[in-house]
């Protein structure tokens, strides 16, 4: 089967650098998506990852640790619009598929 | 680019009803998935159709069933309507081609049952 833990709520300062971690358990591994989903909106793509190491866009970067079945999000200089849920999730399965196993988001708010 | 549509984006039923709900992928995309999001439960997969043809099944009961259009359109029908039901239902499109492609989500039909 497939899990996904993530923390629920965290908070932080305009300004600093907040790292949400995510760890997953999968029957093979196919990447992992990070989705950013501002209060009553649809999700929206931010990272993918396959391969191990650090990935950058702009202020967001993800993580991705296959061995340790582990990946974080970090996103620096934090802006109050950063207010959101972030979301975990892992395609199920191998080969084509459009079926992602989330986890249950974790709500990050941005304090001034 | 359009992004993916969906109607109507809020519904109101009573229980025992049925309701169908559309979703319009982005040009060019063959691959439509659904997703119910609660509070409680987070973001839980439906199905997902490439083609005309499901491809992908998740755990819900039969009373939620889809389709798919040869325009790649989709619609998902729930059949007696229970107050669990209430939640955000999400459709996603990508191209469904070879490997695994970054879902576009639309903004999703907020079903309220009664």
């Known amino acids: 089967g497939q899990n996904i833990d993530q923390p629920t709520e965290m908070t932080a300062t305009e300004g600093a650098i907040v790292q949400i971690n995510c760890t997953y358990q999968t029957s093979g591994f196919n990447g992992l998506f990070w989705y950013q989903q501002h209060a009553g909106e649809a999700p929206t793509f931010l990272s993918y990852n396959v391969l191990d190491g650090l990935e950058e866009k702009g202020r967001f970067s993800s993580f991705l640790s296959r061995s340790k079945g582990y990946s974080y999000l970090l996103l620096k200089e934090l802006q109050m619009k950063d207010s959101a849920s972030y979301l975990c999730a892992a395609p199920h399965g191998s080969g084509n598929t459009g079926k992602l196993i989330f986890g249950q988001g974790t709500t990050l708010q941005v304090k001034p | 680019k359009a992004g993916v549509t969906q109607t109507p984006r809020y519904l109101i039923k009573t229980r025992g009803q049925q309701v169908t709900l559309s979703c319009s992928p982005i040009s060019g995309h063959r691959s439509v998935s659904w997703y119910q999001q609660t509070p409680g439960q987070g973001l839980q997969f439906l199905f997902e159709y490439f083609s005309e043809t499901q491809r992908n099944k998740g755990n819900f009961p039969g009373r939620f069933s889809g389709r798919q259009f040869s325009n790649s359109r989709s619609e998902m029908n729930v059949s007696t309507l229970e107050l669990g039901d209430s939640a955000l239902y999400l459709c996603?499109?990508?191209?469904?081609?070879?490997?695994?492609?970054?879902?576009?989500f639309g903004p999703g039909t907020r079903l309220t049952v009664l």
């Open positions: 996603a499109s990508s191209s469904g081609l070879a490997g695994v492609r970054e879902q576009f």
